[in-house]
Structures are given as structure tokens and as C-alpha cells.
């Protein structure tokens, strides 16, 4: 195999990094779905964090409430 210039330059900045990967097989679908599931987790995790301190910013303000006409 011949080494070319261009193929030296890249190496040189790339260094010994390949920059040709063999095409991989397509994911069986279990995995698309472990991946999937996986996402889906996160995103309900995030809207449950969001639920959870909009509930709290709630009460704060109901208890505030109740404290301001409790003393008034």
C-alpha cells in the first residue's frame, strides 16, 4: 500500500486515529428499543423534576399566603 503525501499530512495531524471505519451493521431492533426506552426514561425523569419544583414553588406561596393572614 502506498503512502501519499496527502495520506502523510493527514496522519500528521490526525495522528494514528483511523479515518476509515468499516460500515457497521444496522442495530437489532431490541437494541433500538433499549435505546429508546432509555430516552424516554430521561425525558420523564426531566418532567417529573419540573412537576416536583413547580409543585414547591406552590406551596411556598400558599404557605406565604397563609402567614400574611395569619400576622394581618
Not at 501519499?4 to 476509515?20: D, I
Not at 425523569?45 to 419544583?53: I, Q, S
Amino acid at each position: 500500500m502506498k503512502t501519499t503525501e496527502l495520506g502523510k499530512a493527514l496522519r500528521r495531524v490526525v495522528g494514528s486515529k483511523k479515518l476509515w471505519r468499516p460500515p457497521q451493521p444496522p442495530p437489532a431492533p431490541e437494541a433500538l428499543l433499549d435505546l429508546r426506552i432509555e430516552h424516554l426514561q430521561k425525558q420523564f425523569d426531566e418532567v417529573k423534576g419540573r412537576v416536583n419544583a413547580l409543585l414547591l414553588i406552590i406551596l411556598g406561596a400558599v404557605i406565604t399566603d397563609l402567614v400574611i393572614r395569619l400576622l394581618a
